[in-house]
């Protein structure tokens, strides 16, 4: 109740900033006010919240040195100017105007395109498109996975292959569609000997392709720097664009980003390999397609991300059985073939098969099930641990 107290006046709720001016700071005790609390239990939030009101300024307003200020140090517990203050411009949209991030798509002039009433609903019978992916972790796998399926929809032969999988050369024979992300400004490991030949030799005389590259702005020094490298050395090397570069930005609309690429691309695919024949809309058969799947969630699990079956065979409590937070020891054995090296991740996966039982399952009930690893080849490690609810 303490910012209801009499010295706010009578409409203490009333937004009023007149109350925070430095008369009407000095005329109350500095304790009248205390949005994030006090104490021990005062919110660990408020550096954070400051923070952010005071980039909501530089958001809205341009800051001006209006006196021409001359450094002069304070120093109490740090150092700081003193008598250092600003005065406040509304920002305009000019001012909000950025320069592009190193690795950012180019705004080349938009081509004319067809209008997408006229294109043909099909391409040509036979037609093949290869989609390649770069990734560490599978997103930009299941990325280049839903561009397949979406070409597959309008006829086209579709094939997901990792970029190593192409280290001698692209195809000549049909286009190329390349989903690739950047790791500290490095390949991922499924790209890096692909990336390594393009820079050496980068031949494509004869290729046509697109690139879809994914990054996260707050790592601008190398945002998109793989993507946009294998879109340039490919046009240096004698290849055609299917379509320009689009760059996907996690930090950002990135969905937005990726559906309009696929737009793009499908309209890319249907002016230059559509049937002539094919103008009539293709009316799905029925409503739902039904695929029988075996084994329980951990199988699918393996089968969407390239698992591989791993055992657990020795796990057991570090800490006593009194202790209230239980430190475990667990054990993986790794598939033959496979390695991990310090920095590789371990994710657990949960199963909640519930076993067979009249009763509800114990609320503690704990046990290690079967475990799975995947990567290249086997660079990540990943265990289930099965415990009910």
């Keep these: 109740m303490l910012h209801r107290q009499p010295v706010w006046g009578d409409n203490p709720e009333l937004f009023d900033p007149a109350r925070f001016t430095a008369e009407a700071e000095a005329a109350r005790s500095p304790h009248a006010f205390k949005p994030f609390g006090t104490g021990e239990r005062a919110c660990t939030g408020r550096q954070f919240a400051l923070h952010e009101a005071t980039m909501l300024l530089v958001h809205r307003y341009r800051l001006h040195d209006h006196a021409d200020y001359a450094l002069t140090v304070k120093e109490t517990l740090t150092l700081k100017p003193e008598g250092f203050t600003l005065t406040l411009t509304p920002r305009t949209a000019a001012d909000r105007v950025q320069a592009p991030l190193p690795g950012a798509a ?37 990325f280049a996975a839903s561009l397949a399926d979406e070409a597959a929809g309008i006829g086209c032969d579709s094939e997901v292959a990792p970029l190593d999988a192409y280290t001698d050369g ?58 946009a490298r294998i879109d340039e050395r490919l046009a240096e090397g004698g290849g055609t664009r299917l379509l320009e570069r689009a760059a996907a930005d ?35 058969t029925a409503a739902y397609e039904v695929r ?98």
Excluded at 176 to 184: G, R, T
Excluded at 212 to 223: H, P
Excluded at 348 to 353: A, D, E, G, M, W
Aim: charged fraction near 20%; charge should be positive.
């Design 106 to 142: 180019a705004q080349r002039p938009a081509r004319a395109s067809a209008d997408a009433s006229t294109l043909p609903t099909r391409v040509r019978p036979g037609t093949r498109v290869l989609f390649l992916h770069g990734s560490n972790y599978g997103t930009y796998r299941e």
């Design 170 to 227: 692209l195809p000549t024979d049909r286009p190329v569609v390349i989903a690739a992300a950047s790791y500290n400004g490095q390949p991922t490991d499924d790209a890096a000997a692909f990336a390594a030949r393009l820079d050496t030799a980068p031949r494509a005389t004869g290729v046509t392709y697109g690139v879809l590259g994914v990054g996260d702005r707050n790592w601008a020094a190398t945002y998109q720097h793989v993507p």
């Design 250 to 284: 996690a930090s950002g609309d990135l969905a937005c980003t990726v559906r309009t690429f696929t737009a793009r691309l499908r309209t890319a695919l249907l002016e230059r390999y559509g049937d002539p024949d094919a103008t009539d809309a293709v009316e799905p």
């Design 292 to 389: 029988a799947l075996t084994g329980g969630p951990l199988d699918a699990l393996a089968e969407q991300h390239g698992l591989l079956p791993m055992t657990v065979p020795e796990a057991y409590d570090l800490t006593a059985p009194t202790h209230p937070r239980t430190k475990r020891l667990v054990r993986l054995a790794l598939p033959d073939g496979t390695t991990y090296r310090t920095g590789d991740h371990l994710t657990v996966f949960p199963s909640t098969t519930r076993p067979a039982s009249s009763g509800p399952p114990p609320r503690s009930a704990s046990t290690w099930t079967r475990s799975w690893t995947s990567g290249p080849p086997a660079r990540a490690a990943t265990a289930s641990r099965s415990t009910e609810p």
